[in-house]
């Protein structure tokens, strides 16, 4: 089955100061790969995806994502955090049974940005 | 992106109702499920619904308990029945137009079971 460990529940960083959010996932194939995020009571946004290709993904907001598949890795990277990416993010895996979008969330990261 | 709406945003049930939730994309789309997301926590796949047919439960969720339909391409429901507080929750529609294309989510239903 697949899975989605996302080890920090909660990191604060300073406004302008680079971010990494770690993700580590289980699954025995090629997993298709998203990072999502909510802000307080909203949906979820998607940030990005990975399904093939070059292993380096740009998303929406900044955000770049890079797939490493000899770690199960799949980390969310920003060069400068603005105050308005405080939310919480979401890495997701989808597979192959069932679709690429039937997904297993992680837990998710909290990010809170110091201004 | 699609437009999903979903309805309603937000409710207050009392235990032992049920309440029906909506959801509308503005296309037509190959794949809709319905995921939960309790307090503090991450989101949990209850299952994908099905045009024409039944749904495809996860499992610890059955039909009984929420029965999901989806009689066209932009239109699912998913009713939570004889809701206890434990029921209490965001219920999110997520919509896929093709079988292996990413997925999009509506704002979510936060429901209050008291």
Known sequence: ?115 | SAVISQKPSRDICQRGTSLTIQCQVDSQVTMMFWYRQQPGQSLTLIATANQGSEATYESGFVIDKFPISRPNLTFSTLTVSNMSPEDSSIYLCSVASGTNTEAFFGQGTRLTVV
């Open chain 1, 1 to 115: 089955a697949q899975s989605v460990t996302q080890p920090d529940i909660h990191i604060t960083v300073s406004e302008g100061a680079s971010l990494e959010l770690r993700c580590n996932y289980s699954y025995g194939a090629t997993p298709y790969l998203f990072w999502y995020v909510q802000s307080p009571g909203q949906g979820l946004q998607l940030l990005l995806k990975y399904f093939s290709g070059d292993t380096l993904v740009q998303g929406i907001k900044g955000f770049e994502a890079e797939f490493k598949r000899s770690q199960s890795s799949f980390n969310l990277r920003k060069p400068s955090v603005h105050w308005s990416d405080a939310a919480e993010y979401f890495c997701a895996v989808g597979g192959l049974t069932g679709g690429g979008n039937k997904l297993t969330f992680g837990t998710g990261t909290q990010l809170k940005v110091e201004l």
